[in-house]
């Protein structure tokens, strides 16, 4: 395969979890040294042909059971569903890349370089749940992560609304949090792990948001108040409920004004 468009349909049309990780991870990598062509030699196939592992078992949010870290099992559950979100950022970074053409070549190299760092990611994660005695797919996941593709597979404003500068963001509003947790449990490797994961996610996010301006601003759009559009029309309930990380969204790219909207209780 000489073309980056290639490398995301085998990405994402095939199931086998190794040959995903290893295609990314080579994708990348010939990227770097120009060996791959960013033509766009036919449409994208429609976001239904994608193709996912047979586990782990994807349940509605919902059914998917909730332990506490400190419960039996809780950290081992708690890493299992980190994993499976690095696991479809994966497939959410190639889909933005294959979905939505005829944007700069800096679009294309942005989203491979997330979809590499995700799969960095879950893999790392991956060897630390076999310390725990689990693997990924032992446990049942929630499907909703991919639903926000399939909503918004038409448009790549929504896409990089509700993806990058929601989903994603919401990492930055309870990851540090969470790394506090594992520092007083005395779990120096879980707390470093995810202390990992955040640095590289504040960058996904500030990608997300320097893509969102720079298709508002060629569409003639006013950045601020369309986020706003988007998440009404888009987000169930409208918006994300806080509290929000003001400093890390700062450095992600929000504004003041998108943040004193989120905030905004009496909306």
Same mark, same amino acid.
């Given at each position: 395969? @000489?073309? +980056?468009?290639?490398?995301? #349909?085998?990405?994402? !049309?095939?199931?086998? $979890?190794?040959?995903? =990780? &290893?295609?990314?991870?080579?994708?990348?990598?010939?990227?770097?040294?120009?060996?791959?062509?960013?033509?766009?030699?036919?449409?994208?196939?429609?976001?239904?042909?994608?193709?996912?592992?047979?586990?782990?078992?994807?349940?509605?949010?919902?059914?998917?059971?909730?332990?506490?870290?400190?419960?039996?099992?809780?950290?081992?559950?708690?890493?299992?569903?980190?994993?499976?979100?690095?696991?479809?950022?994966?497939?959410?970074?190639?889909?933005?890349?294959?979905?939505?053409?005829?944007?700069?070549?800096?679009?294309?190299? @942005?989203? +491979?370089?997330?979809?590499? #760092?995700?799969?960095? !990611?879950?893999?790392? $994660?991956?060897?630390? =749940? &076999?310390?725990?005695?689990?693997?990924?797919?032992?446990?049942?996941?929630?499907?909703?992560?991919?639903?926000?593709?399939?909503?918004?597979?038409?448009?790549?404003?929504?896409?990089?609304?509700?993806?990058?500068?929601?989903?994603?963001?919401?990492?930055?509003?309870?990851?540090?949090?969470?790394?506090?947790?594992?520092?007083?449990?005395?779990?120096?490797?879980?707390?470093?792990?995810?202390?990992?994961?955040?640095?590289?996610?504040?960058?996904?996010?500030?990608?997300?948001?320097?893509?969102?301006?720079?298709?508002?601003?060629?569409?003639?759009?006013?950045?601020?108040?369309?986020?706003?559009?988007?998440?009404?029309?888009?987000?169930?309930?409208?918006?994300?409920?806080?509290?929000?990380?003001?400093?890390?969204?700062?450095?992600?790219?929000?504004s003041d004004t998108e943040l004193d909207w989120l905030e905004d209780s009496s909306q």
């Amino acid at each position: 395969m @000489d073309n +980056l468009f290639d490398y995301a #349909e085998a990405c994402l !049309h095939n199931a086998d $979890i190794a040959e995903k =990780l &290893a295609l990314t991870h080579e994708a990348k990598a010939r990227f770097c040294r120009g060996e791959l062509s960013l033509a766009s030699l036919r449409p994208p196939a429609d976001i239904g042909r994608i193709l996912f592992p047979a586990q782990p078992q994807l349940l509605p949010p919902r059914l998917v059971p909730n332990r506490k870290l400190t419960q039996s099992g809780g950290v081992g559950a708690f890493f299992h569903a980190i994993a499976h979100i690095e696991f479809m950022a994966v497939y959410l970074a190639w889909d933005i890349l294959y979905r939505f053409r005829g944007l700069p070549d800096a679009f294309y190299q @942005d989203w +491979l370089t997330v979809a590499d #760092e995700e799969a960095q !990611h879950f893999e790392l $994660i991956c060897q630390h =749940l &076999a310390g725990l005695g689990l693997a990924y797919g032992d446990l049942s996941a929630h499907g909703g992560l991919w639903d926000h593709a399939k909503d918004t597979a038409g448009d790549v404003l929504a896409r990089l609304a509700l993806v990058p500068r929601c989903m994603e963001a919401r990492g930055l509003d309870v990851t540090p949090g969470i790394i506090s947790k594992f520092k007083q449990m005395g779990d120096s490797a879980s707390a470093a792990l995810l202390g990992r994961i955040l640095a590289d996610e504040v960058g996904h996010v500030e990608r997300g948001s320097y893509w969102f301006k720079w298709c508002c601003l060629q569409q003639g759009l006013d950045p601020e108040s369309h986020y706003q559009q988007m998440l009404k029309q888009y987000y169930q309930g409208g918006r994300p409920k806080g509290p929000f990380n003001r400093e890390m969204r700062i450095i992600a790219g929000f504004s003041d004004t998108e943040l004193d909207w989120l905030e905004d209780s009496s909306q």
